[in-house]
Each structure stands twice: as C-alpha cells, then as structure tokens.
C-alpha cells in the first residue's frame, strides 16, 4: 500500500473564504471517508464514497460543505465562506467493502480560520 | 441518535501497570473497531471485531466484544512508553460508517 495522500497538510484562511482539499485513497480501495477532528476529540463523520457515489452525508453538516469523487478515485473536500468554528483537521480514510474491511487513514488537512 | 461512548477520558499510569479503556453504545453494533493515536498523527488500525463475544489478542493486548455487541473493551498488559496514544474505538451499525468513540489517552511514566 502506498498509504493515503492528502493536501494540503495545513491551511490557513480568513473567514468567509472557500477552502478545497484533496484526498488521494489507497488505489484499490472503493470507500472513501471524511472525517473531522478537533483537539481532545475523536473523529467525528462527515461523508462517505463508495467508489464514485456519495451514500451518505452527516445531518450534523452544513449545506455550506461539499464533497465530490468524480471518477471513484481522488475525492475533493469544499468548504464555501469558511467559518472559525470550522478550524480542524480533517481526515480521509480510504478502505476496501468487506466485512473485515479496516480503514487506512491519511495524515490530514489542519484547517486554521481566522 | 447513534453513538459510541468511550471512558476514561484520561488515563496516567506507571510503566509496568495494566490499562484499560472501554466503549458503549446504546445500540447494537454489527462491528466494532480500536485505533491508535500517536501524538501529532493520524488514526492506525489495531483490530476489528465482529462477533458476539469475541476476544482477540496482539501481544499485551486483549480486545473484547460484549456478548450483546453493545459493548467493548481494550486491555494492555504490562504497559510500556511505547503504548503512549490516544486509542479509539469505533462502532459501526451496519458495517458501513464509523463511529468513534472520543478516546481514551494514556500516559506511561517510566
């Protein structure tokens, strides 16, 4: 495995600004997942892939957030007018649709919003 | 809604010393998972267990399904400086989505 890519590892903006991230999965994999985690917590779900069909997005999300897998491989992650409460990492994680299927996570996008 | 609790938030211990850290959910889970965090990384999996009342074992560590998939723990035996992390778990209720639990972070003094 050559392990999930994202980009950029940090990203530093000013309020009410769009923000894009790209999350490259483990080539064979046919989920993909986006998670966000703020400091002391566990990630929390945003949206999940199965090759390129969006099967669910988390009620908790903001309309203001998008994700799109155009050919069932990268996967982007918008987030339009950035708001402070929006600063954290966010995770992708790529994995295989089986029942032992265990998810291989990428090292993360740090979102700052000033 | 769906949710997996885990305690304690916090755990110090000396090195030598067993840990323990535990998950709940209110609802029956059709698998759960247990990741580890090291300061400043990402998520690595442990293990993943599907079946009621299922123990598994890595080394000094005992993995446990609740005979009623509601619940599940995480033991390490004899702990050492290198078993610093966060550890989560995560439950899935149809072997989809993941929930994670907040996690438990473990310190070992030496």
């Known amino acids: 495995d050559t392990g999930v890519s994202q980009n950029p590892r940090h990203k530093i903006t000013k309020r009410g600004q769009n923000v894009t991230f790209r999350c490259d999965p483990i080539?064979?994999?046919?989920?993909l997942y986006w998670y966000r985690q703020t400091l002391g917590q566990g990630p929390e779900f945003l949206t999940y892939f199965q090759n390129e069909a969006q099967l669910e997005k988390s009620r908790l999300l903001s309309d203001r957030f998008s994700a799109e897998r155009p050919k069932g491989s990268f996967s982007t992650l918008e987030i339009q007018r950035t708001e402070q409460g929006d600063s954290a990492m966010y995770l992708c994680?790529?994995?295989?649709?089986?029942?032992?299927?265990?998810?291989?996570f990428g090292s993360g996008t740090q979102l700052s919003v000033l | 809604g769906q949710q997996v609790m885990q305690i304690p938030q916090y755990q110090h211990v000396q090195e030598g010393e067993d840990f323990t850290t535990y998950c709940n959910s209110s609802?029956?889970?059709?698998?759960i998972q247990w990741y580890k965090q090291r300061p400043g990384g990402h998520p690595v999996f442990l293990i993943q267990?599907?079946?009621?009342?299922e123990v598994k074992k890595q080394k000094r560590l005992t993995f446990q399904f609740g005979e009623a998939k509601k619940n599940s723990s995480l033991h390490i035996t004899a702990t050492q400086t290198t078993d610093v992390g966060t550890y989560f778990c995560?439950?899935?209720?149809?072997?989809?989505?993941?929930?994670f639990g907040s996690g438990t972070k473990l310190n070992v003094k030496p």
């Open positions: 080539s064979e994999h046919n989920r």
């Open positions: 994680a790529s994995g295989r649709t089986t029942t032992n299927e265990k998810l291989f």
């Open positions: 267990l599907v079946k009621s009342g």
């Open positions: 609802t029956t889970l059709s698998n």
């Open positions: 995560a439950g899935a209720y149809n072997f989809n989505k993941f929930y």
